[in-house]
């Protein structure tokens, strides 16, 4: 019995540690979340009704785009028919907004004819003809001054069946361009590179098995013609085709610099959103205010758990040391966890984490005191501290477990039911609540088993086991003080 319980509590301290020591040497820590380590979180809407599959499927390019932007632990979720982004720790916000929420609809489209830069129709003249652009017959592909007072298609109005006049990226611009031929579903993969003859940036796309042939189809319709390629109501670059057959390759070229070309070429490689989304909130948090919040969450659990801590000493004494060592491979094992899960499965700590595992910590102290109070009911009825370590367990762990499964419902119930920084709350209240279990049943009950059947823990004049029991004896029938000192084992 002895040994048996030996090898528990020492088993326990081996797991616990080794845990942690392993997630030390491997270099693995919790990932901080947005509120602590900073960044920025962006709330999108639909422009329309969608459907929930369309929506999913957005949420699935969004975190395709954001991985490979390299942000560590984001948290990308669905919020009724809003799409919430939260980017921790990333360093160019703008960019990272950007490209998260463009819809990059890509478009090649033939070119009618170029159009001189918009000027307002001046007061008296007659407005432009409404409908879609078109090039008059003596444009003949060239320059149309004519189209000089019709202002370029909107966003809206930028559908592939029609005719719309685009302006050119950076600069004055405009074409008319035809209906679309194909669409950016053909490109397999897009990387921003330099041209071998240098002079900017460009950005080398292969074609899928299947588009390859349509693309070659498009050269050898517009061979000796210009070709636009839009991407989201700009043309990108309007090159003359002068081949036939591409051979599954591809160059975009423009006014591309380099960050300008990586951008379009991590659209293209993971895709259009099907969706067109609208920017409804941006919040940054700063770095400072990050550190801030984590120093101050940092510091109310140490204090708490200090005060904690002297309170179990000063009241239990030995057992109270033994209440310090299970919060200690507690929060071993709960680190462990926590940073293994943070580096394999993406989990990040915000502070609604740090507050879980706060309140958790009084669950924790909880489970100690119902067995120490139970504990204290069996050495008032008069057994000894050697027979009441096992009966007083028994009958606390079943009110440990009672208390430990509602604890641990509730938060299965707010983690299924909530997103967002409620549902991290859920989840770490929900491990350390766990994790009580565990340690109670592991390492608790050998440990005060040993130590009360040790005369050296029980009879001890301050820290003493018995001290710590008897602390608040039961009156006898005849008004005497009961016996301080509770019987020690023979």
Known sequence: MRRRLMVWAIGTVLVCLGALGAVIGLGYSPALGLDLQGGVSVVYQPAHQVPQDQLDQAISIIRNRVDALGVAEPNIARQGNNIIIQLPGVKDQQRAIQIVGQTAQLFFRPVLCTAPPFTPPAPGQPPPPAGPPSCSSAAGG??????ASVPSTPKGGDVSQSNVLLPQI??????????????????????AAVPQNGGGWQVNFTLTSSGSPKFDQLAQQNYQKQVAIELDGTVQSAPTINAQSFGGQGQITGSFNESSAKNLALILRYGALPVQLNQQTVTTVSPTLGHDSLHAGLVAGLVGLGLVMLYMIAYYRALGMIVVAGLGLTAALLWAIVSYLGHSNGLALDLSGVIGIIVSIGITVDSYVVYFERLKDEIRSGKTIRSSVDRGFRSAFRTVLAADAVSFIGAAILYWLSVGAVRGFAFYLGLSTLLDVIITFTFTRPM?????RNRFFTEARWLGVASGLASTPAPKADGAPARPPARTPA
């Open 142 to 147: 060239q320059a149309d001054p004519t189209l």
């Open 170 to 191: 950076n600069s004055t611009t405009r074409y008319v361009l035809g209906p679309a031929i194909l669409n950016g579903s053909i490109i397999k993969s897009a990387s």
């Open 448 to 452: 005060v088993v040993m130590v009360g």
